[in-house]
T-cell receptor, first 109, second 114 residues
Framework: KNEVEQSPQNLTAQEGEFITINCSYS?????LHWLQQHPGGGIVSLFM?????KKHGRLIATINIQEKHSSLHITASHPRDSAVYIC???????????WGAGTKLIIKP | ETGVTQTPRHLVMGMTNKKSLKCEQH?????MYWYKQSAKKPLELMFV???????ENNSVPSRFSPECPNSSHLFLHLHTLQPEDSALYLC?????????????FGNGTRLTVT
């Protein structure tokens, strides 16, 4: 079992829908990252969280440290949001990044 | 322009070939990384260079050989690869390696070993 689990693995939705992607982890962490990978391959950082909630445009990321769980929400989804969303946590013991396998999101027009 | 440039974008090579992947960062960072991304699997950290010194080598087979001639350039030399080495190889850089040092990724090299 991976130390970082994402769900769902794949998600297809219609334009305009509210999207939630989940990330659960089993190790102590100092920070959690959400990243986006477009079909071209490059990965960009969306959020780095250690507590609470962050918002950027239509994207919202939340984290519950006690439950070892984070969610990434997309409001008013758009086809350009189609990408793989990756959760990664930074271990608080060795400071290594531990990666989830990603959630592939497709937004249909 | 991502600030981290990888070439080539695509590479097809036979099992007996020798090729190299190149990564260049224009961000003034002092740490560089090679990651392997296989389909539906988490990213696997291969090598880390900090201040041009290799600081991590995560049990990567010797058919992969990294080189970091300076803080802006990173290479991955490939020889006698296997078909299971086919993957997306991503380069990243960061300023420092601490908790608050976000990674900046290139667009990757899609490698196919035939």
């Amino acid at each position: 079992k991976n130390e970082v689990e994402q769900s769902p693995q794949n998600l297809t939705a219609q334009e305009g829908e509210f999207i939630t992607i989940n990330c659960s982890y089993s190790v102590g962490i100092s920070a959690l990252h959400w990243l986006q990978q477009h079909p071209g391959g490059g990965i960009v950082s969306l959020f780095m969280l250690s507590s609470g909630k962050k918002k950027h445009g239509r994207l919202i990321a939340t984290i519950n440290i006690q439950e070892k769980h984070s969610s990434l929400h997309i409001t008013a989804s758009h086809p350009r949001d189609s990408a793989v969303y990756i959760c990664a946590v930074r271990s608080d013991s060795n400071y290594q990044l531990i990666w989830g396998a990603g959630t592939k999101l497709i937004i249909k027009p | 322009e991502t600030g981290v440039t990888q070439t080539p974008r695509h590479l097809v090579m036979g099992m007996t070939n020798k090729k190299s992947l190149k990564c260049e960062q224009h961000l003034g960072h002092n740490a560089m990384y090679w990651y392997k991304q296989s389909a539906k699997k988490p990213l696997e950290l291969m090598f880390v260079y900090s201040l041009e010194e290799r600081v991590e080598n995560n049990s990567v087979p010797s058919r992969f050989s990294p080189e970091c001639p300076n803080s802006s350039h990173l290479f991955l030399h490939l020889h006698t690869l296997q078909p299971e080495d086919s993957a997306l190889y991503l380069c990243a850089s960061s300023q420092g390696r601490g908790v608050n040092s976000p990674l900046h990724f290139g667009n990757g090299t899609r490698l196919t070993v035939t």
